[in-house]
């Protein structure tokens, strides 16, 4: 799978839009982006995945560049509840592949 | 719909030990995966099942097994202990049709403390 990159920690505040990048420049052509987030000591919860169009759902918005190297979450209005770690993951959504998770972004949502 | 539950929510052991972890996958699912996370780290791929048989392996020993039951429920094995197996463990369950993994859906994960 293809590594991704993400910076380590974000502020955001409450009822602002908080954008999460990741940047993953060696994603390869059948490979999908996937954001999960973990709120401190739960089980990740699955946010949306997209291959090359953009794609929003009730959590957020998944804007992936033309060129497929990077993209962005965005939560359009942060609340306290959106603090926690997001991970961005690239992956082959095939059986038997792995989400590999790396050290994620800790997004902190003040009030 | 039901989501995917695990059991016991918390447990100690002692090094040497062997330890048993349940998950409940979610309703329509037929896949389960098991991850490992250690404290300040993201979780990391232990192993899937699909179809009752291993699908797939992280770079974790063979003390580690698994088992999924027909019903898609699944444990999670660990024998002879080392303080370094304490972390939360997760399971994930997915639907898997045609060998195309729909997304995973995480329990709340068992917190391990071996001591």
């Known amino acids: 799978d293809a590594k991704t990159t993400q910076p380590t920690s974000m502020d955001c505040a409450e009822g602002r839009a908080a954008n999460l990048p990741c940047n993953h420049s060696?994603?390869?052509?059948?490979?999908?982006v996937y954001w999960y987030r973990q709120i401190h000591s739960q089980g990740p919860q699955y946010i949306i995945h997209?291959?090359?169009n953009n794609e929003t759902n009730e959590m957020a918005s998944l804007i992936i560049t033309e060129d497929r190297k990077s993209s962005t979450l965005i939560l359009p209005h942060a609340t306290l509840r959106d603090t926690a770690v997001y991970y961005c993951?690239?992956?082959?959504?095939?059986?038997?592949?792995?989400?590999?998770f790396g050290k994620g972004t800790s997004l902190l949502v003040t009030p | 719909e039901t989501g995917v539950t695990q059991s016991p929510t918390h447990l100690i052991k002692t090094r040497g030990q062997q330890v048993t972890l349940r998950c409940s996958s979610q309703?329509?699912?037929?896949?389960v995966s098991w991850y490992q996370q250690a404290l300040g780290q993201g979780p990391q791929f232990i192993f899937q099942?699909?179809?009752?048989?291993?699908?797939g392996r992280g770079n974790f020993p063979p003390r580690f097994s698994g088992l999924q039951f027909p019903n898609y429920s699944s444990e999670l094995n660990v024998n002879a202990l080392e303080l370094d197996d304490s972390a939360l463990y997760l399971c994930?369950?997915?639907?898997?049709?045609?060998?195309?993994?729909?997304?995973?859906?995480f329990g709340p994960g068992t917190r391990l403390t071996v001591l």
């Open positions: 994930a369950s997915s639907y898997v049709e045609r060998e195309w993994d729909l997304g995973q859906f």
């Open positions: 060696t994603i390869s052509g059948n490979e999908y």
């Open positions: 997209g291959l090359k």
């Open positions: 993951i690239v992956r082959v959504p095939d059986a038997g592949y792995a989400l590999n």
């Open positions: 309703s329509g699912h037929n896949t």
């Open positions: 099942y699909y179809r009752e048989e291993e699908n």
